[in-house]
């Protein structure tokens, strides 16, 4: 059988240098746009119109109706190609049967589509359109290639695309180029009335700022919408509205510091790859499609909470939110989305492999470079995705004679891998007799990297930059006991007592040698709160309950890591401190 595969680009050089939400949101979706556009004129060969925005419910359906012949992305449902969706929907690469173009030259198609697009930039530019289409046509990475494969194409055609995708090609500067002006003019070039529906706080269809975003939890104010307008609109949308805008709203006293800051969450599909290699015929056509359902309902499911979904594409997923709106904050939606996936059951497709999720999140003040804190939670889901860092340094241990298996042993026996049946078949091996103990290094050394590999990601990376400079870092298993029962508890604990909150925090600093000693011993370690915490404080029993949990958390912490104090308490301190953050539990300062 013969494909034609294609990937598109620039997207990540394009929107780096942004600096308003609207220019990512515009850049993303113009390449996704672009992509719809090849995928429109590949299925409707006499398609004449310039303008992929508005389909007929006809030609809908006529696409739809090639389903069969595309193996990426997953065309089956009409949703995708309706009117204002507000978001890319459409991947970087596409994957189709040759056959379906018959005897078209496909090179003339995607130049059809670069000149439409062209076209629509030079419009609202009031530019010359073919000095667009020369410059888009230097600009944009359109590459694709014709192959014949009989197994699976996604598995065999995708190393051939990142080859592609690593070819140097000019490539300007975006604030050097047309794209720029086009970009930053969104809420009024037009493009964007006929692509987004939603509206502002006035009711205008409009791509709201970040500090828009970020404080949509003071939304219903009274007061919100005349500071909006005395603010941003009487300035424009620039820094300086946005900074007299979040100037007003601190004198407010429901603002909290995390109205400062935004959320920026870059995630990505882990075991995607082994789940393709597992799966061949209408099974890939059936796993595409679960993840098509997935990104339509995902989107409503941001957009409830209060964010703004900037690309959704098979398991690839970037948006912007707000850290707390209505009751909820970023890790209740993070879990919502994560629910949402799993209850795709996966394993109708594979019972072998079973697809999760990793998430970067970035809080990040508001001032800082929209760009770098994009390419921050990007960074931080390749944390999200890495192999755990515990079974690695036992696999580096039994490749050293130095090291005791005993010692390997002891990192198995953690808690957290207390109820994996694998780690439970090579802590038998250590002590099975049969074997020499150089088998039982090159054998247990060989499972734990295997188990490690197949057990990637399903992790949640975040870093929060604070404005003063001061940044925590924490990387939580989503399956782990550290997120599911000690994070939640004590954000879930949290008393409002800012006076109270520091002194806890002074006093784990100030027992930080005592806590070296008895970290793993539970007993001692609640000795130690009750004579350490053992005075006169106003609400004792909500207070204590905290403390519970803190000691919990640190106990758990100092066995997880093996007794290291400096890693542990690192730990606890940076889920107390994010969890403080999210609480709004923090001095705000200017």
């Not at 241990?397 to 109820?419: A, F, G, N």
């Not at 930059?465 to 994070?487: A, I, M, P, R």
Request: hydrophobic fraction near 35%; proline fraction near 2%.
């Amino acid at each position: 059988m013969k494909y034609i595969a294609i990937t598109i680009g620039p997207i990540y050089q394009t929107f780096r240098n942004a600096r308003q939400t609207r220019e990512v949101w515009a850049a993303s979706f113009l390449f996704s746009y672009l992509a719809k556009g090849i995928i429109v004129r590949t299925c409707l060969s006499d398609f004449t119109k310039a303008d992929y925005s508005n389909l007929t419910e006809e030609e809908k359906k006529k696409i739809v109706s090639t389903k069969d012949a595309f193996i990426l992305p997953n065309i089956s449902d009409l949703r995708l190609f309706e009117s204002k969706s507000g978001i890319g929907l459409f991947p970087d690469r596409i994957i189709f049967k040759s056959e379906l173009i018959k005897d078209r030259d496909f090179q003339n198609i995607v130049d059809a589509v670069i000149e439409d697009i062209a076209n629509e930039i030079a419009s609202a530019n009031k530019s010359d359109n073919k000095v667009l289409f020369s410059f888009l046509k230097k600009y944009l990475r359109i590459d694709w290639d014709e192959f014949e494969e009989e197994g699976n194409p996604i598995l065999k055609i995708s190393p051939y695309l990142d080859s592609l995708e690593l070819t140097p090609q000019f490539v300007s500067e975006i604030d050097k180029n047309p794209l720029s002006e086009f970009l930053l003019s969104i809420n009024i070039n037009g493009f964007l009335s006929r692509n987004y529906d939603e509206k502002d706080t006035n009711g205008q269809v409009r791509f709201e700022s970040l500090v828009e975003i970020s404080t949509r939890e003071l939304r219903p104010n009274s007061s919100y919408k005349r500071i909006l307008n005395s603010t941003i609109w009487d300035e424009g949308e620039n820094d300086k509205g946005d900074n007299k805008f979040i100037d007003k709203l601190t004198e407010k006293e429901d603002f909290k510091n995390y109205h400062k800051y935004i959320c920026i969450v870059s995630a990505d599909g882990d075991k995607i790859g082994k789940t393709l290699e597992k799966i061949t015929g209408e099974k890939v056509f059936q796993f595409s499609e679960k993840l098509l359902k997935w990104g339509l309902s995902v989107k409503d499911t941001i957009r409830k909470y209060g964010g703004v979904p900037i690309y959704i594409g098979g398991d690839d997923l970037l948006f912007f939110a707000p850290v707390c709106n209505n009751g909820q904050n970023i890790f209740d939606l993070i879990d919502s989305i994560d629910k949402e996936f799993i209850g795709q059951n996966w394993h109708e497709i594979s019972s072998e492999v079973s697809p999760s999720l990793s998430f970067g999140l970035s809080l990040t003040y508001y001032k800082f470079p929209l760009g770098e804190a994009i390419e921050e939670a990007g960074k931080l889901l390749y944390i999200a995705k890495a192999l755990d860092k515990t079974l690695e340094k036992a696999s580096e241990m039994l490749s050293r004679d130095k090291y005791q298996l005993t010692e390997v042993e002891q990192i198995l026996k953690l808690p957290k891998y207390k109820e994996i049946r694998e780690i439970r078949t090579i802590i038998e091996l250590l002590a099975d007799n049969k074997y020499t103990e150089n088998e039982k290094r090159v054998k247990a050394k060989e499972l734990i990297e295997s188990y490690n590999k197949k057990n990637t990601g399903n992790a949640i990376a975040l870093k929060l930059l604070k404005h003063s400079g001061t940044e925590f870092e924490l990387v939580l298993k989503k399956s782990d006991l550290l997120y599911q029962s000690h994070f939640k508890d004590i954000l879930a604990k949290m008393v409002d007592d800012k006076s109270f909150l520091n002194s806890v925090g002074y006093k784990l600093r100030d027992n930080h040698e005592l806590i070296k000693i008895i970290g793993h011993e539970s007993i001692l370690l609640k000795n130690l709160f009750h004579n350490v915490f053992d005075e006169k404080i106003e609400n004792r029993q909500a207070k204590d309950l905290y403390l519970e949990k803190v000691r919990l958390l640190v106990n758990y912490s100092y066995t997880q890591q093996n007794k290291d104090i400096d890693q542990a308490m690192k730990e606890v301190f940076s889920i107390i401190r994010t969890s403080k953050f999210i609480k709004g539990l923090e001095e705000v300062k200017n």
